[in-house]
């Protein structure tokens, strides 16, 4: 049927329209596909090159260099060092075994190293590096770089590393270094971002740890372009970091030598204190150990060897081991008592050989006793009745708070590991601690420095600064940190009868360098350098009522660890003090025989700044130590030489 031309202009004239309306929205669409373009490509613009920066290039953070520890003189004792190193990329390596093994015929690979860096690829990006190889020779370095064709991801890098040069003399005060673990990081609520850098350097122990923050520097940064895997393409530009504070320790790094040479192979402890401001010149303990092994990754079985040794080398003995004083306590007794005007200098004791206290027989180390003793005269012999007697009259507490007074009983605040408090013990201590009351025979046993009595080396030595100077010297280790000097601990004066502090110092004085005084044989004879000391010996074991009545067997007698302490404080010189000295001979015997003799030498070294002259020793002891300073000269010389090998 053929359509009109009427229904033929209808037709057209909707057609038109419905084109005008499409026509229309297809407009109007693109217009606004035109403005979003516009907005996204002028308005925006600065947030999208953000955004496609952020997807090329990556900030990586560049580790800083740690700061070194120095000695009062500047010597070194914890440098930072090259150290080159062999690293695998796990997505550049291809066959990540087969890859290891071509890197095993070039460099000396260690299993347990191979094992630690494969799991530690599988927990990491594909394209972090990971270390497979540490602190090797520049000669393996170059054998793999000269491979790199034939060793996909693999790359030879330099670092720094801790390096301590004089191995064991510093390690229980510097401490040591190890790669950041799990309980390193946990302990900080929101760590430093440079902790998280795949084996970086963390203190461990020591000065190293308790100086972390300011040792450990800032954190420098690089900008990195990288492809659509991630991997680097180029570096862009780079933010070098800050370098840790420097530290300056009070010690001499000469003297500190000295010491450990001189006990050779004694388990034993020696502490030397500036009077003035405090500064700990040495503070040793033997055995010691090669920190260095700790930096480089220690084996089981040196380790198991360390924590074996029945002289227990990790132990720092002077601010961890705690000890009996002995009678080096004997200061603190008859200081109680002078101080509570219950006794003079010149009243006496009767000294029968023992004090008998209720059913108990309390025996002086003289079994015949030793007759009429005065103060002087009771600490000059180290008469032990005499401080019974003062002990019985004055009571527990004025003897534990004079022994608080004088820095037994405190954690004083020096930056090394698990510095105690020791025990100074009183009628409430052993409530809290045992749930029993204070009996008298504790008070005779304390009085001589044994039963609940327990002090440190470190405290030893300031108990002897502060009855030296009269003032309340506290231990100084920092002496500087990146230049600036810290305060001085020299310490304000000790409410105390200036008097008595005299009578105790005279009474020093004699035990050195009086005929009957227990430490003569080991005195300085030089005038101007003669020391005040006082020994002590502390018992290990019980002595039964058997065993006295058929003699008490010798210390040279007994097993090593079953012999007595020996003990000796001093200052030097008596006229115008400048030095204390604490020494702790564990087992050695007695005090005058195996500590004396020590301290006297150490205290002339500190005083002489190196060798004494001869003639600063008794007549009868110069062959003897004139043959021991040959030796120990050759041993530092050797051991300079194994150093200077070895670098």
């Not at 491979?147 to 003399?169: F, K, M, T």
């Not at 795949?198 to 690089?222: C, H, N």
């Not at 990195?224 to 070098?240: P, S, T, Y």
């Amino acid at each position: 049927m053929r359509r009109t031309p009427k229904d033929s202009a209808e037709s057209f004239r909707r057609v038109s329209r419905r084109a005008m309306i499409l026509g229309g929205g297809q407009l109007a669409f693109a217009g606004l596909l035109a403005l979003r373009m516009r907005h996204m490509q002028v308005d925006q613009a600065d947030e999208f090159r953000l955004l496609a920066e952020e997807n090329r290039i990556n900030i990586r953070l560049i580790p800083p260099a740690r700061g070194q520890i120095f000695d009062r003189n500047g010597v070194v004792i914890a440098a930072n060092e090259p150290a080159y190193r062999i690293t695998v990329v796990r997505e550049d390596a291809g066959d990540l075994e087969e890859t290891i093994a071509r890197l095993a015929t070039l460099v000396e690979l260690d299993p347990a190293e191979i094992e630690r860096a494969m799991a530690e690829m599988k927990r990491s990006a594909p394209f972090l590096p990971v270390t497979v190889a540490d602190r090797v020779s520049w000669e393996a370095v170059s054998r793999v770089a000269a491979n790199a064709p034939a060793l996909p991801g693999v790359n030879p890098e330099v670092g720094l590393s801790r390096h301590y040069p004089h191995d064991q003399i510093f390690a229980h005060v510097v401490g040591y270094v190890q790669p950041v673990s799990e309980r390193d990081l946990a302990r900080y609520e929101d760590p430093d971002p440079v902790l998280r850098i795949p084996r970086f350097q963390f203190g461990k122990i020591g000065v190293e740890t308790k100086y972390e923050d300011m040792l450990r520097g800032r954190a420098g940064s690089k900008r990195v372009e990288v492809n659509a895997a991630g991997r680097v393409m180029r570096e862009l530009d780079r933010r070098e970091g800050e370098a840790g504070a420097d530290l300056q320790l009070t010690v001499d790094t000469r003297l500190q030598d000295y010491i450990h040479a001189r006990l050779g192979d004694e388990s034993a402890s020696v502490v030397v204190m500036d009077l003035e401001k405090g500064d700990l010149l040495a503070i040793a303990s033997t055995p010691g150990f090669d920190p260095n092994k700790f930096v480089r990754g220690i084996s089981y079985a040196d380790y198991g060897a360390l924590q074996a040794d029945e002289r227990h080398p990790l132990v720092s003995k002077t601010v961890q081991g705690f000890y009996p004083p002995g009678s080096t306590f004997k200061m603190i007794t008859a200081l109680a008592a002078l101080e509570s005007g219950i006794v003079g200098p010149s009243n006496t004791v009767w000294c029968p050989g023992h004090l008998k206290v209720g059913a108990r027989r309390f025996h002086c180390w003289k079994r015949a006793g030793h007759g009429h003793m005065n103060l002087e005269q009771a600490l000059m012999q180290s008469c032990d009745v005499y401080f019974y007697e003062l002990a019985l009259r004055v009571g527990i507490e004025r003897i534990a708070e004079m022994g608080r007074r004088l820095g037994l009983g405190v954690a004083h605040d020096v930056p090394m590991s698990a510095v105690g408090e020791g025990i100074m013990p009183d009628k409430e201590w052993k409530r809290a601690r045992w749930g029993q009351e204070w009996r008298i025979g504790d008070t005779v046993n304390c009085s001589i420095g044994q039963g609940d009595v327990l002090t440190s080396p470190l405290q030893l030595a300031v108990m002897t600064a502060r009855l030296a100077t009269g003032r309340a010297v506290e231990p100084r280790l920092v002496k500087s940190i990146d230049g600036v000097e810290t305060p001085s601990r020299g310490g304000g004066p000790i409410t105390m009868n200036e008097n008595h502090l005299r009578w105790i110092r005279k009474a020093m004085f004699e035990v050195s360098n009086n005929r009957r005084g227990t430490a003569y044989r080991s005195r300085i004879i030089a005038d101007t350098m003669r020391m005040a000391g006082k020994t002590g010996t502390s018992q290990v074991r019980n002595i039964t009522a058997a065993e006295r009545a058929r003699g008490v067997v010798r210390n040279e007698d007994l097993p090593w660890n079953r012999r007595d302490h020996g003990l000796f404080v001093n200052f030097a010189p008596y006229e115008a003090p400048r030095i204390a000295v604490a020494v702790v001979v564990e087992h050695g015997g007695g005090g005058s025989t195996a500590a004396a003799p020590i301290a006297r030498d150490v205290t002339l070294q500190a005083l002489y700044n190196g060798d004494p002259p001869l003639d600063a020793y008794p007549t009868a002891d110069r062959g003897d130590i004139e043959a021991l300073q040959e030796r120990l000269k050759q041993q530092r010389r050797m051991a300079t030489d194994q150093d200077t090998s070895r670098a």
